[in-house]
């Protein structure tokens, strides 16, 4: 009865046919609104992209927009209050505005525009999460954030890794899986020239563990510190809190975008992928082909969905991996938020519960 209900589910949820038309849900993270709510600079930059969002398209494929139906007001009012950012403290009373969610791995990936430039405005340093990975949020933080807010441009990147995860990919083998933290280095290099590797140190990890993975980067002519936050709070940051000042003064390269804008949707995608996953082959589902036409163009930012756990589109493919294909299941438009989705893989925008899911055994 319990593996029928999560088909039904899956079933009810991730596709929907109404009169002939297939669609399906997506989770609030993944939602156009999610994305638009967090790119807005204000009320008015709010409402103008709320009335940008495409609703459908007319038989002669032309889009439909929300502006088209009279309902931007009545939308903007479900999120008059959203647009303010949430203010919270930490456990050692430092302030913190936690405001928007857009997951990486299917959107853009951080906070809102107005909590950082709240931040930015407020106080002499402003640390953001741009989460997943480098290959997720720290690509679309510059690739789609500082495009349209040059000021975001970071001063430092820090790259936060554990020992586990480093074992993780190299098949619990340490000095096999330090290839995937030369893949982030090397691409957060191509951004930066102000990059610390921070390992957040668990109870777990040996003395020489830690000194291998330091001596692998500074090698490479990069900052490293060991952080034991978690269990110290600031008193465990204090090395890393000192880096972070000490780079973040110094002179910031150039930045160069793998892609301009103005280049055909095809060309973004294959630079993009090219250039920083490594890609060799993006392949491109005949859905995905038509969405390319119907997209011709636009001269819009890409935002890439797909799988967290790996380089690549593929989540069992670990480590640094070389020469390998990407395969494009569907495009989609996000008019609104200013961008367009490329979905790899299966990512799903709409995941739910395992069988055998946590709360079963509570």
């Given at each position: 009865m319990?593996?029928r209900?999560?088909?039904l589910?899956?079933?009810?949820?991730?596709?929907?046919?109404?009169n002939?038309?297939?669609t399906?849900?997506?989770?609030t993270?993944?939602?156009?609104f999610?994305a638009?709510?967090c790119?807005a600079?204000n009320?008015?930059?709010?409402k103008?992209?709320?009335?940008?969002?495409?609703v459908?398209y007319?038989?002669s494929?032309?889009p439909?927009?929300t502006?088209d139906?009279?309902?931007v007001n009545?939308l903007?009012?479900l999120?008059?209050?959203?647009?303010k950012?949430?203010?919270?403290?930490?456990?050692?009373?430092n302030?913190a505005?936690?405001?928007?969610?857009p997951?990486a791995?299917?959107?853009?990936?951080?906070n809102?525009?107005i909590?950082?430039?709240?931040?930015?405005n407020?106080f002499?340093?402003?640390i953001?999460?741009a989460?997943?990975?480098?290959?997720?949020?720290?690509?679309?933080f510059?690739?789609?954030?500082?495009?349209?807010?040059?000021?975001?441009?970071?001063?430092?990147?820090v790259?936060?890794?554990?020992?586990q995860?480093?074992?993780?990919?190299g098949e619990g083998?340490?000095?096999?899986?330090?290839?995937?933290?030369?893949?982030?280095?090397?691409?957060?290099?191509?951004?930066?020239n102000?990059?610390?590797?921070?390992?957040n140190k668990?109870?777990?990890?040996?003395?020489?563990e830690?000194?291998y993975?330091?001596?692998?980067?500074?090698?490479?002519g990069?900052?490293f510190?060991?952080?034991?936050?978690?269990?110290?709070?600031s008193?465990?940051?204090?090395?890393?809190?000192?880096?972070?000042?000490?780079?973040a003064?110094?002179?910031?390269?150039?930045?160069?975008?793998?892609?301009?804008l103005?280049?055909?949707?095809?060309?973004?995608?294959?630079?993009f992928?090219?250039?920083?996953?490594?890609?060799?082959?993006i392949l491109?589902?005949k859905?995905?082909?038509?969405?390319?036409?119907?997209?011709?163009?636009?001269?819009?930012?890409?935002?890439?969905?797909?799988t967290?756990?790996?380089?690549?589109?593929?989540s069992k493919i670990l480590?640094?991996?070389?020469?390998?294909?990407?395969?494009?299941?569907?495009?989609?438009?996000?008019?609104g938020?200013?961008?367009?989705?490329?979905?790899?893989?299966?990512i799903?925008?709409?995941?739910?519960?395992?069988?055998?899911?946590?709360?079963?055994?509570m």
């Open positions: 319990h593996e209900c999560m088909d589910n899956d079933r009810s949820l991730r596709t929907i046919t109404i002939g038309h297939t399906h849900f997506n989770i993270t993944a939602s156009e999610m638009l709510l790119l600079k009320e008015n930059d709010l103008e992209r709320i009335g940008k969002v495409i459908g007319t038989y494929n032309q439909v927009f502006k139906l009279n309902c009545a903007f009012l999120l008059k209050h959203a647009i950012p949430n203010l919270v403290t930490t456990l050692e009373n302030l505005l936690v405001h928007g969610g997951f791995n299917i959107a853009h990936g951080t809102s525009i909590a950082t430039q709240y931040a930015l407020h002499d340093y402003t953001v999460e989460g997943f990975g480098s290959d997720m949020g720290a690509l679309k510059y690739d789609i954030l500082t495009r349209i807010n040059p000021e975001f441009i970071p001063d430092v990147v790259l936060n890794t554990t020992i995860s480093l074992k993780h990919n083998n340490l000095e096999k899986g330090i290839v995937n933290l030369d893949y982030h280095i090397e691409t957060m290099s191509i951004y930066t102000h990059l610390l590797v921070v390992v668990h109870d777990t990890d040996t003395e020489s830690i000194e993975i330091k001596q692998h980067v500074e090698e490479k990069i900052l510190s060991v952080s034991t936050g978690f269990l110290e709070g008193d465990g940051s204090t090395d890393v809190a000192k880096k972070v000042v000490d780079v003064s110094k002179e910031k390269k150039e930045i160069v975008y793998s892609y301009e103005e280049e055909d949707l095809k060309t973004k995608i294959e630079k992928c090219k250039i920083n996953y490594g890609a060799k082959e491109y589902t859905e995905a082909e038509e969405k390319v036409k119907l997209f011709h163009g636009l001269h819009l930012p890409i935002c890439v969905a797909k967290q756990y790996s380089i690549t589109d593929n480590g640094y991996p070389k020469e390998f294909s990407m395969t494009i299941k569907d495009i989609k438009l996000f008019h938020a200013g961008f367009i989705t490329i979905y790899f893989g299966n799903l925008t709409m995941p739910g519960l395992s069988k055998d899911a946590n709360y079963l055994h």
